[in-house]
């Protein structure tokens, strides 16, 4: 496969993307862009891009913090991260200038794109689904549900679907009946899957904080994949 970084503004933040796609490409190809987690993107986010990449698509790996900002820790972590959570509409702005970065690119097909966020960044895929944002699809994993306080507006072919952990702390299942009942009224096309027994953070391997509800389980991990790679395929066919 083909790997590169591609740099991209916004506002006076340059941020770094990393792209993988088959070498053996000559026309545009289905494109998944992966919205990271509360560490920024890092090596584990890469590594799903190149996974990706591997089966086929493109695969984009954005960058929400800024070139090289990775938090070491989950208290940098979580500084990094609160800002944007504080300012939703920084943060939309932000994503937006990301997908239209990923759009111009000569080997993506922008009609079959499909967003793929990790905890923060499930947040971010929603808050694309949120503003109105052209995607064939959006997928949350194991993310944040909460809604941003400015209005709403949904684009109204985007597919949605949604993968938590039952016994998530992040989000509770009140978070979750908000969720459905936000995506309902809204008419979109949306599916949740709820794994039991799986907390926060289920398909990261590294994951082994239990005091915070973060730990990984390689069998709803496993079990995502599939409804994951299904879901893909009815977006971009």
Known sequence: MTTHRIEYQHGDKVMEAY?????DQTNPLPTLVLLHAWHGRDELVCQTADRYAAQ???SVALDNYGKGVVGGSAEESSRLMMPLMENRKLLAERLVIGIQTVQKLSYVDPQKMVVIGYCFGGLCALDLLRNHVELAGVISVHGL????????QYYPKTKVLVLTGYNDPMVPVEQANMLSKELDTAKADWQMVTYGNTMHGFTNPNANDPVRGIVYNPVAAKRS????EQFIQECVK
Do not use: Q
């Open 145 to 152: 549900f909460g809604a941003p306080n400015y209005p709403l």
């Open 56 to 58: 086929g698509y493109v």
């Open 19 to 23: 792209a993988a796609y088959p070498n």
């Open 225 to 228: 994949e599939g409804v994951i």
